[in-house]
């Protein structure tokens, strides 16, 4: 059986085996809007990300002149929602934003605004007798990146090769099983650890800074472009990257420490009575 329901999680939720990440805890309300205004020429169709004191906003053109709209946000300032729908909710919030303010002047929402609490999720296993669970039917983690439909075509693939060697050579199922579950938590692994740091304002400064010492900036930049399967070259540069961060952290260690600080308090568990509903 092979369990691809996405964040429906069939498989998990009926053993039980799904878990909050502990790590990482935000929610996200969106919308779709006509008359976005995008960026010019070829980069019209690139995904932009807009930060703000709460998060951050994605802005996902689509077609047919229509772009997603959603904001990331942590669940303290969820429960700040009091009695304001999710429309409104959401607009208050990208009125916080300039930026993103101004790409939306002649926007128009199209559809009703939804919200999803607390998505960042895992299963505590990925396989088991005559079974395997793919992309977010197994693990789900922050969309800042745009990772999931990476790692779920990837898993679709690992799966297909993994069941052909249990149906037919059973005697090495064992053995393809486990190197299933070893590349269903490469991807996220790898890019939970950006994610994770993401917000915070040393790897922002990297990020939106970028220098290319060490072939950094083309090792991270392939990372983002799902280059982490197989036999790619950019793994030396990777742990450069990291290492300049940690070095970072510790030049700036008062910085380094309100960061973390800020983010223990954005990631806290908070009363799950907050309501998610228009």
Known sequence: MVDASGRDTFLANRFQIKHRNPKHNSSAIYGHFTGARRNPGQEAGNITIFWFDHGWFWFIPMQNDITSIGMVTWPYYMKTKGERSLEQFLRDGIAMCP????????????????????????SERNHGDNYVMLG???AFI?????????????????AAEAIDTCLKTPAKAPAALKKFDTLMKHGPKEFSWFI??????????????PRNLFRTKEAVLSMLAGDIFGKTPIWSSIRAFKML?????ITQPKRAFMGWKRRKFNIRKVDDNVVYNA
């Not at 740091?197 to 939106?208: A, K, L, S, Y």
């Open 245 to 249: 961060y940690y070095i970072a952290n």
């Open 136 to 138: 977010d039917a197994y």
């Open 196 to 209: 994770y740091r993401v917000t915070n304002p040393i790897m922002r400064d990297f990020f939106m800074g």
């Open 99 to 122: 930026k993103l303010t101004e790409r939306l002047t002649d926007a128009k929402l199209i559809n009703e605004v939804e919200a999803t609490g607390n998505f960042s999720y895992v």
């Open 142 to 158: 922050d969309p800042v990146f745009s990772s999931g439909v990476l790692l779920a075509m990837n898993s679709g693939v690992i």
